[in-house]
């Protein structure tokens, strides 16, 4: 017969990782050391060189135009695209095509940016003839001092001896991973030299979660006949009343010119329910000094201050008159959170 044991089951241990656990997991930390190791000597390295690159890329009338082979072509398409969107024009040219009509593409007020690790590769041979047929800048960003491609540019980025995280060292890993910090590293040192700004960052990423967080006040605000806006000589009834009519939960309280002095919000009417709160002016209610925004701020600026204050609405003033509103609901309806 079997007998039930009291406390808790006899359950076996759950079983610990398997060799080939351990082995995985070790190769994963130490190829993320290695190439965090390699990103710290490059860091170290970075040094005139590198303002003169800056330099050269923010004085051209074109393009940068990146290009690379390979694993280097793959970091290349990146860093284009990055520099693409934080405001320094450029493109990837395929090596390869470009030998094949791809090198009309590049023009004179162009500088190129040229990546291979070892600087001898063979599909960049053309194109490196072509700007130096054409006084065209040329950029290489190389592993090796005195490769072919580094002795036919204009200015070099050499990257450090660094180890691959490949344990024969062959494939590409910390290599790449260095090409592509240097080539961030450019695109944010050109975005700071050109005072690039969060408002023309959102003009280059108007879709998904990013630019939502981008979109300005101007944008999300209600305006004209959406605003409840009463005279500070108004009755409360007619306060109330727009209130009512324009469903934000609060009235904006205006000056004989026309600025916003005040604020009346459903709270303020519950706080101050009673005999003859009707026939008051709305100046004895409002509170002085609402918080404002301007219409060019930031959306997710705007939500955070509503947080900040624990409120939900926000005017927007242009001199002293209100020019719009914006709910805390607009904002979360667009996607900004």
């Not at 656990?21 to 990103?39: D, N, P, W």
């Not at 060019?296 to 624990?310: S, T």
């Amino acid at each position: 017969m079997n007998q039930l044991r009291e406390g808790p089951a006899d359950f076996p241990s759950p079983p610990g990782p398997s060799a080939a656990s351990r082995a995985a997991i070790a190769s994963g930390r130490r190829v993320i050391e290695t190439e965090a190791e390699a990103l710290r000597v490059v860091a170290a390295a970075i040094g005139e060189a590198f303002a003169e690159v800056v330099a050269l890329f923010a004085g051209i009338e074109g393009r940068v135009v990146v290009t690379g082979m390979g694993k280097s072509g793959h970091v290349a398409r990146k860093i284009a695209a990055t520099l693409a969107s934080t405001g320094t024009p450029a493109l990837y040219v395929h090596p390869a095509e470009a030998s094949h009509g791809d090198l009309g593409m590049i023009t004179g007020k162009d500088a190129v940016l040229a990546l291979s690790n070892s600087g001898e590769t063979a599909e960049l041979r053309d194109l490196t003839l072509y700007t130096r047929r054409f006084h065209i800048p040329l950029v290489a960003m190389v592993g090796r001092r005195g490769s072919t491609l580094a002795e036919a540019a204009d200015r070099t980025l050499l990257l450090p001896e660094i180890g691959e995280a490949c344990p024969m060292g062959l494939a590409p890993t910390s290599s790449t991973t260095a090409m592509l910090a240097l080539g961030d590293a450019l695109a944010v040192a050109l975005l700071e030299r050109k005072g690039f700004s969060a408002r023309q960052f959102a003009m280059f990423h108007p879709g998904g979660k990013l630019g939502a967080r981008l979109v300005r006040v101007e944008q999300l605000m209600r305006r004209d006949e959406d605003l409840p806006l009463v005279t500070g000589d108004a009755p409360m009834t007619e306060a109330v009343l727009e209130m009512t009519r324009k469903c934000l939960g609060c009235v904006g309280i205006l000056d004989e010119a026309g600025n916003l002095v005040g604020i009346i919000t459903d709270g303020d009417l519950r706080r101050h329910m009673g005999p003859g709160l009707l026939d008051l002016p709305a100046r004895e209610l409002m509170t002085p000094r609402p918080r404002t925004i301007d219409r060019r701020a930031l959306a997710v600026e705007a939500l955070a201050l509503m947080n900040d204050c624990a409120i939900t609405v926000l005017f927007v003033v242009e001199d002293g008159r209100p020019v719009g509103a914006l709910h805390v609901h607009d904002c979360l309806r667009a996607g900004i959170a």
